[in-house]
């Protein structure tokens, strides 16, 4: 499974990705045989984010 993020994945979505592949060699959970690969456009920090969101929220402001 290729799960692509358009705008920018996190670190913490990674480890979850990680963590369903372990549980997918074990054998266990709903991802057994599975594998999955992340993806997108950047990798967002708690700083990025909070930096694109309130870019987003000046924009907002001015754009009606």
Known sequence: MVVFVVGGTTYEE???VAELNAACEKGEGWSAGMRIVLGGTS???STTFLRDFQEVLVNERYAG
Do not use: G, T
């Open 14 to 16: 990674a480890k979850v």
């Open 43 to 45: 990798v967002q920090s």
